[in-house]
Every structure is written in structure tokens, then in C-alpha cells.
Nanobody
Framework: QVQLVESGGGLVQAGGSLRLSCAASGRTFSSYAMGWFRQAPGKEREFVAAITRRSGSTYYADSVKGRFTISRDNAKNTVFLQMNSLKPEDTALYYC?????????????????WGQGTQVTVSS
């Protein structure tokens, strides 16, 4: 089973950028579709972006489309989330998640493995 560790969060001003990383353990990372989710205080966890096993397809929530980019490096067992033009409403705890499968997945309930999260705070 893959284990996930996120990093790269922090405090940034509105309009700034951050790059989140999610490092996976194990030798089967390339068999997992990956996703990023976020959860703000008092709100439900929401989908941000997803990518298929070999980066063939990506999918984004409307709220981040055009600003965020998901990518992966299977040789390094890592998935990334490049976040540009950040807004205060992007403030949340960001999680990466893994699911063994051929497609991409946008429901949290579909994912098998989760990291502990990394905090992103965007000041106005």
C-alpha cells in the first residue's frame, strides 16, 4: 500500500504562487491515479484536481481551472500541484490522495489512501 506525505504549503499573499508536492512510498506509484483535495475550517472536503496513472488526463474543479496545474513524476513517486494567482478563498488544508485505477476520480470516497495534509494560507 502506498503512503503519502504532502509538503510545500505555507503563507502567501493574494496573487502569489505555491507548489505542493506529495511523495509516495512503495514501488507501485505508477499504478495509482492521484488527486488533490482541500478542506477549509467549517467546510466539507472538496475536490481540487486529479490525474491519471501516466499523466494522460487531468481534471480540475471549476474554482481552480486555469490557475492550478496537477502533474506527476512517476520516476520520483511524486505528484505536484502548482498553484498560481492564489486567492484568500484558496486557504485550506490540502490533501493528496491515491486510488488504484485506470481513470481519474473526483469523489473523495473513491480514494483509498490519504496524506496528512499541508496548510495553505493566502492573505489578502
Amino acid at each position: 500500500q502506498v503512503q503519502l506525505v504532502e509538503s510545500g504549503g505555507g503563507l502567501v499573499q493574494a496573487g502569489g504562487s505555491l507548489r505542493l508536492s506529495c511523495a509516495a512510498s512503495g514501488r507501485t506509484f505508477s499504478s495509482y491515479a492521484m488527486g488533490w483535495f482541500r478542506q477549509a475550517p467549517g467546510k466539507e472536503r472538496e475536490f481540487v484536481a486529479a490525474i491519471t496513472r501516466r499523466s494522460g488526463s487531468t481534471y480540475y474543479a471549476d474554482s481552480v481551472k486555469g490557475r492550478f496545474t496537477i502533474s506527476r513524476d512517476n520516476a520520483k513517486n511524486t505528484v505536484f500541484l502548482q498553484m498560481n494567482s492564489l486567492k484568500p478563498e484558496d486557504t485550506a488544508l490540502y490533501y493528496c490522495a491515491a486510488k488504484s485505477g485506470l481513470s481519474f476520480y473526483i469523489r473523495a470516497s473513491e480514494y483509498d489512501r490519504w496524506g496528512q495534509g499541508t496548510q495553505v494560507t493566502v492573505s489578502s
